[in-house]
């Protein structure tokens, strides 16, 4: 089932779609983002967080859009969490915080190609 999210760039919107339709928990968009869970948690609720920060929620938001096209809703979550190759042993949740997820959305970008080359 592909999940539509909304074009947002309001980091609580985004947080809060990225937990109810992708169902990611606090504590992996605070990996991905770099920031502790109390921190993911206030900018929910208050919209404030810093820039870094921020640039990771955005990368990690469409990269959610992107995977829901290859992989159904429940398995979004456990793709992001799981070490793999393509990131260099480590999760995407990791590689994100490393601050590559242009490298993760043109990976995926393949794979959607391929898949529609097929």
């Not at 955005?58 to 393509?86: A, E, H, M, V």
């Amino acid at each position: 089932m592909l999940i539509v999210l909304p074009e947002t760039h309001e980091a609580r919107k985004q947080i809060s779609v990225l937990r109810r339709e992708c169902r990611l928990s606090y504590r992996d968009i605070s990996i991905a983002a770099g920031v502790s869970i109390r921190a993911i948690r206030n900018c929910e609720r208050y919209n404030v967080l810093v820039a870094e920060a921020r640039v990771r929620i955005d990368g990690l938001y469409d990269i959610c859009k992107l995977i829901s096209t290859l992989k159904p809703q429940n398995r979004i979550r456990i793709w992001l969490r799981t070490p793999q190759q393509l990131f260099e042993g480590k999760s995407a949740l990791k590689f994100i915080q490393e601050g590559k997820a242009s490298e993760i959305k043109r990976i995926i970008y393949g794979m959607i190609t391929r898949r529609a080359n097929r």
